[in-house]
């Protein structure tokens, strides 16, 4: 989920043999054949951005071990594709696989995404609902359907309004759990909560952090407004674990939240972010420093079904600066701790969005 080959990132060290594939592996290390094969079997799981990248690899792990699959992503073609690779990959029957476009930046296609699903899945359990979809430091501001910009509206308020209309699915089934995926670069913001919100508009402070940046007009900073999306993912987990457990619905009986990064890992994503040369710099970065898009799926794979995987943690690579490597728990920065900011994210974006969240009101079936 990272670019870092611009200026305004940290530099890489140059990665090696060791860091390609190694770091942070140890004899008890997570990895695909750490989940029994048919231990996912009757298990339904929905991944946004499935079409490529650490998505689809993750799907092809989930398929493996016997789990229903539900992929999305805007496009249908790349989605049919990304479907007929893991039922060649899996041996996965049809069945198995479905796909749907979902628009994360549009609040009416996830509504209506939302709407499909309940009317074609109806009372069938929701296991795990993978948050993956993502852009990166566009160079220039863009403006979603509802006013917002572009990357805030895709990494955080599309996949906050996805997850209400999804939990009264996953509170239905024991265990459920949501996998926010967030990225190393939630440290960069210099914002004192990380998000924004406390330096904007006192008025409607979220409103100016998601529809301009958070900066005056001519301003726009790709990477910090990267940066404090995925800070906002790591903030929603804190607060909807906070609310599961008031609501005595988290747990085994219940939900679980967790995030998960797949550190630098080679996938198109860096190809959105003009800072990265485009698809042709995007390709040597990869090559150059990336581990594969497998190698970072891991940490999505571990979040959504490892027992080992506990509400609000943050796992991703456990090799230098948690770029490469096998999975763990990771230590994320301070501020993702922040009661406060989590529960105003919450709030606005609750407002911004018109999610309804009286699932967590209703008590739980007997």
């Not at 069938?124 to 403006?143: I, Q, S």
């Not at 940046?213 to 790591?234: C, D, H, I, S, V």
């Not at 040369?277 to 799926?297: D, R």
């Amino acid at each position: 989920m990272l670019g870092e080959c611009s200026k305004a990132a940290p530099p890489l060290p140059r990665k090696t043999s060791r860091t390609r594939a190694n770091m942070g592996a140890s004899s008890s290390h997570f990895s695909a054949a750490s989940v029994p094969d048919g231990s996912l079997a009757g298990k339904r799981i929905v991944i946004t951005g499935g079409s490529s990248g650490i998505g689809l690899e993750a799907a092809k792990v989930f398929a493996a071990k016997g789990a229903k699959v539900l992929l999305t992503s805007r496009s249908q073609p790349r989605l049919d594709a990304a479907a007929e690779e893991v039922r060649k990959a899996t041996g996965a029957a049809d069945d198995r696989v479905e796909t749907r476009p979902l628009d994360l930046s549009s609040f009416r296609s996830v509504n209506e995404f939302a709407d499909w699903y309940v009317e074609t899945h109806g009372e069938k359990p929701l296991h795990v609902l993978l948050n993956n979809a993502g852009v990166m430091a566009f160079p220039d501001r863009r403006e979603s359907a509802d006013g917002f910009e572009m990357q805030m509206a895709t990494n955080h308020l599309g996949h906050f309004l996805l997850t209400a209309r999804m939990l009264p699915s996953l509170l239905r089934t024991a265990g459920s759990r949501v996998v926010n995926v967030s990225s190393m670069a939630h440290q960069w913001p210099a914002d004192a909560d990380g998000t924004g919100i406390s330096d904007a508009d006192a008025k409607d402070p979220f409103r100016v952090a998601a529809a301009s940046g958070g900066f005056a007009a001519g301003q726009y900073e790709p990477w910090k407004q990267y940066a404090r999306t995925k800070m906002a993912n790591l903030h929603f987990t804190l607060e909807l674990n906070r609310r599961l457990e008031a609501a005595g619905r988290a747990g085994a009986a219940g939900v679980t939240a967790i995030s998960a990064h797949p550190g630098y890992s080679a996938t198109g994503l860096q190809a959105t972010s003009g800072s990265m040369g485009g698809s042709v710099g995007a390709a040597i970065g990869n090559a150059l420093f990336a581990q594969s898009a497998a190698m970072g799926a891991l940490p999505l794979v571990m979040a959504s079904v490892s027992p080992d995987a506990a509400a609000g943690q943050y796992i991703g690579p456990s090799g230098t600066n948690n770029m490469w490597g096998y999975p763990s728990a990771n230590t994320p920065d301070p501020r993702a701790f922040r009661a406060d900011a989590a529960e105003k994210l919450w709030d606005a974006s609750t407002a911004l969005t018109g999610a309804d969240w009286s699932a967590l009101d209703a008590p739980p079936r007997s």
